[in-house]
């Protein structure tokens, strides 16, 4: 893998900031954008704009044709068995908003449980807080370890005859810790129950086939993988879909329309009213396509190395505290320094030219566990290199001496 070359794909790191060349370590919030994404978005455009579906004129069913396109490239990323399990949302969060909505109508009431765990992202948490408001399921969370790592005998214990839906984190946004989501789906499916999978931070990391995993849900958004924002992907297995009523209404989901009644459209459309991004659509599958040129094993691989030389050379920081040490982590590094306040840290960091993330990681239970207000956090793609790391454990050690 040819990371020189890679970096030549991204114009944007070879930018200063504050008259310091770039360092961009905050790829868990959102990836960079290869030109090949942005000038496939600019081509839609010039030469292709046009409404999707039912127009009977040549951009339309150019646009179309590119559309429906994008929907298999996504199906053959994760190797769903059919374009039909394949919906477009505007991101992950939407997506877990559309499974919580749409499957507590039809399969929950009053009493049933949700199961998640202490690590999820509040996108995680929320929407199932607010099907309690509607339909009354109720949250269960399973504990983690002071690694943070899930208990699994605990996550069992867990499930009960009221659960009916187990929604999982594979990989933190804040611990890196990898969930064993393959055991995972085993326990649920044990006792019947389906499982989702917010693949928001694995995605890009690493390979997803949901097939072999036989989750019934999963979730990602382009803008983690290289693509587009304001574009998602729910994969739900056909009998789930089917059995769901949809999420939002108006034009697309439709089959036919009276003022007594209305019928549905099938899958995949019955879930994406209105208008399709089918420029981000494309987008999507431009950027999952260069991740397939690439390799994601290959990518798995270094940044696998680049986490490991991170956390040798961090150790070396005195009075770090590393939050979440799994022995299963992915390229994600949460941590505090003694006394210095994180955003104090990171603004002083950005005028070095170094971008980190500071704060809960809109992962505010997950803080509370640990018993702090936030953290430090750097994370790396592809384009990261070891010198990077070497600039960036070196300014840390000279701002240390500010404080």
């Known amino acids: 893998m040819n990371i020189k070359n890679i970096r030549s794909d991204f114009p944007i790191l070879s930018r200063e900031v504050y008259g310091k060349p770039l360092i961009y370590f905050d790829n868990a919030a ?6 090949i994404v942005v000038d496939k978005i600019s081509e839609m455009y010039y030469a292709l704009n046009s409404n999707v579906h039912r127009g009977v004129h040549y951009l339309s069913q150019e646009a179309t044709n590119s559309h429906e396109n994008a929907r298999k490239t996504v199906q053959e990323f994760i190797n769903a068995s059919s ?11 939407e997506a877990i908003n559309l499974v919580a909505s749409s499957f507590c109508r039809r399969f929950c009431k009053p009493g049933d449980e949700v199961l998640i765990t202490t690590m999820e992202h509040h996108s995680n948490i929320v929407p199932w807080q607010l099907q ?3 339909t009354g399921v109720k949250l269960q969370v399973a504990p983690i370890n002071d690694d943070g790592e899930l208990i699994i005998e605990e996550f069992e214990k867990k499930i009960t005859e009221r ?8 990989i933190s946004n804040v611990l890196g810790t990898i969930n064993p989501i393959k055991k995972i789906i085993e326990i649920a499916h044990k006792y019947d129950i389906p499982v989702l999978i917010d ?15 036989d989750c019934d849900f999963l979730v990602f958004s382009g803008h983690k993988i290289y693509g587009p924002n304001g574009m998602g992907v729910l994969y739900g297995k056909e009998k789930w879909l089917d059995e769901m009523p949809p999420y939002h209404g108006g034009g697309e989901m439709i089959s036919s329309v009276s003022f007594e009644k209305t019928s549905f459209n099938g899958l995949p459309f019955k879930f994406e009213a209105g ?33 490991k030389y991170a956390m040798d050379k961090m150790s070396d920081i005195e009075n770090i505290r590393f939050i979440g040490t799994a022995a299963d982590k992915s390229s994600v590094i949460s941590f505090l320094i003694n006394n210095i306040h994180p955003f104090d840290m990171g603004t002083l960091l950005d005028r070095m030219g170094i971008a980190i993330r500071t704060g809960h990681h809109c992962a505010e239970p997950l803080m509370h566990r640990f018993g702090i207000e936030g953290t430090m956090r ?20 000279k701002l240390q001496k500010m404080f």
């Open 30 to 35: 959102t990836t960079q954008k290869p030109r």
């Open 163 to 170: 659960t009916k839906l187990i929604s999982v984190i594979h």
């Open 275 to 307: 208008t399709p991004d089918y420029i981000g659509s494309v987008a999507l599958a431009t950027a999952l396509d260069y991740v397939s040129d690439i390799g994601i094993d290959k990518i798995a691989t270094y940044e696998d190395s680049l986490l």
């Open 199 to 213: 693949a928001a931070q694995s995605i890009q990391h690493t390979h997803i086939d949901v097939q072999e995993l």
């Open 378 to 397: 750097i994370s790396f793609a592809p384009y990261n290199t070891f010198e990077e790391i070497d600039t960036f454990v070196e300014t840390i050690k």
């Open 83 to 93: 374009s039909n399990e394949i919906v477009f949302t505007r991101g992950t969060t």
């Open 132 to 134: 309690g408001d509607i």
